[in-house]
């Protein structure tokens, strides 16, 4: 009993250390593609909103009244929650489509992986809007949501850690030409989204 009960906590040691090894790989470029259409409508009409005087745009300092912050946060709001529900869809479709757990160790460590330096971010970009540190918002989202995803990829895909990359690069460019943050949201959200997704579904369909 004694020598049954050893192979049994020995195989258990292999499948956790073959399950720590492994990578989430349910990620499915269709919600790239999905995230970054909503990105492209939310800039339009954050566009609308802000920018309705073609000459306030590449201006240093935007002027935003309390009226158009708040539509700004619903906007925001908005999108990221749509994203974040085509991600959920379309992963959970993939991963039953290939016989693959949705909620397991790898689904855990991406989520902390991802989500903590999100949420910690988002916490201070939020905290700098009510402040009225409005053109540097649209950086300030780029380069967090950059370093969550360089920070996720350890468990998934190797596109991942490029798109963060990009978005990273975007992100500090947008601080520095602050007047253009809208534009840099919309390539860096809207653009590199949907390019990352096709791509995703072409290698790994």
Same mark, same amino acid.
């Given at each position: 009993?004694?020598?049954?009960?050893?192979? $049994?906590?020995?195989?258990?040691?292999?499948?956790?250390?073959?399950?720590?090894?492994?990578?989430?790989?349910?990620?499915?470029?269709?919600?790239?593609?999905?995230?970054?259409?909503?990105?492209? /409508?939310?800039?339009?009409?954050?566009?609308? !909103?802000?920018?309705?005087?073609?000459?306030?745009?590449?201006?240093?300092?935007?002027?935003?009244?309390?009226?158009?912050?708040?539509?700004?946060? /619903?906007?925001?709001? /908005?999108?990221?929650?749509?994203?974040?529900?085509?991600? $959920?869809?379309?992963?959970?479709?993939?991963?039953?489509?290939?016989?693959?757990?949705?909620?397991?160790?790898?689904?855990?460590?991406?989520?902390?992986?991802?989500?903590?330096?999100?949420?910690?971010?988002?916490?201070?970009?939020?905290?700098?809007?009510?402040?009225?540190?409005?053109? $540097?918002?649209?950086?300030?989202?780029?380069?967090?949501?950059? !370093?969550?995803?360089?920070?996720?990829?350890?468990?998934?895909?190797?596109?991942?850690?490029?798109?963060?990359?990009?978005?990273?690069?975007?992100?500090?460019?947008?601080?520095?030409?602050?007047?253009?943050?809208?534009?840099?949201?919309?390539?860096?959200?809207?653009?590199?989204?949907?390019?990352?997704?096709? !791509?995703?579904?072409?290698?790994?369909?």
């Amino acid at each position: 009993m004694n020598q049954r009960k050893k192979y $049994i906590d020995d195989l258990k040691d292999i499948r956790e250390m073959m399950n720590r090894s492994s990578r989430f790989i349910s990620l499915s470029g269709m919600s790239g593609v999905c995230a970054g259409i909503f990105a492209l /409508v939310g800039s339009y009409l954050i566009y609308d !909103l802000l920018y309705t005087d073609v000459e306030q745009l590449g201006t240093y300092r935007l002027s935003v009244t309390s009226d158009q912050a708040t539509k700004l946060m /619903v906007i925001g709001a /908005v999108v990221f929650f749509a994203a974040i529900f085509s991600a $959920i869809f379309f992963t959970v479709r993939k991963a039953r489509k290939n016989n693959q757990r949705i909620w397991d160790y790898q689904t855990r460590r991406l989520l902390e992986n991802f989500f903590i330096p999100l949420t910690g971010g988002g916490i201070v970009c939020l905290i700098l809007l009510f402040k009225g540190y409005y053109d $540097i918002i649209a950086g300030l989202t780029l380069t967090v949501y950059g !370093l969550s995803l360089i920070n996720a990829s350890s468990v998934t895909y190797k596109e991942v850690k490029s798109l963060g990359i990009a978005e990273l690069i975007l992100g500090i460019l947008a601080v520095i030409l602050t007047g253009y943050g809208l534009l840099f949201w919309a390539i860096g959200f809207g653009v590199l989204h949907i390019v990352y997704g096709v !791509l995703m579904q072409i290698r790994h369909k």
